[in-house]
Nanobody
Framework: QVQLVESGGGLVQAGGSLRVSCVAS????????MAWFRQAPGKAREFVAA????????YYADSVKGRFTLSRDNAKNMVYLQMNSLKPEDTAVYYC?????????????????WGQGTQVTVSS
């Protein structure tokens, strides 16, 4: 079956950096757009970033644009979210997501597969 497994979360001070990763199995990785969503306590899950199957073409939420960078390695079935200049409001559980087609990739109701999530905490 399809599995998405996140890693790399943790505690970091405001202004610091962190990289979270996701490894996929059970699907033809290069056929899928990959995305990250996040959910803070008491809030709805929100879109963070997405990358096309080829790795050429990314899309970011306004709240992270210029601070976060999404990349993928199709040979390793991996996707990476580099997070710089972190803010306390970035604190959330970060979820890796896979979607077969690019359209509506920023809508969690349209996602095909989800990971379990990894906690990112940014202290002030």
């Amino acid at each position: 079956q399809v599995q998405l497994v996140e890693s790399g979360g943790g505690l970091v001070q405001a202004g610091g950096s962190l990289r979270v990763s996701c490894v996929a199995s059970g699907l033809t990785f290069s056929n899928y757009a990959m995305a990250w969503f996040r959910q803070a306590p008491g809030k709805a899950r929100e879109f963070v970033a997405a990358i096309r199957w080829s790795g050429v073409g990314t899309y970011y939420a306004d709240s992270v644009k210029g601070r976060f960078t999404l990349s993928r390695d199709n040979a390793k079935n991996m996707v990476y979210l580099q997070m710089n200049s972190l803010k306390p409001e970035d604190t959330a559980v970060y979820y890796c997501a896979a979607k077969r087609y690019w359209s509506n990739v920023d809508m969690d109701s349209e996602i095909d597969y989800w990971g379990q999530g990894t906690q990112v905490t940014v202290s002030s």
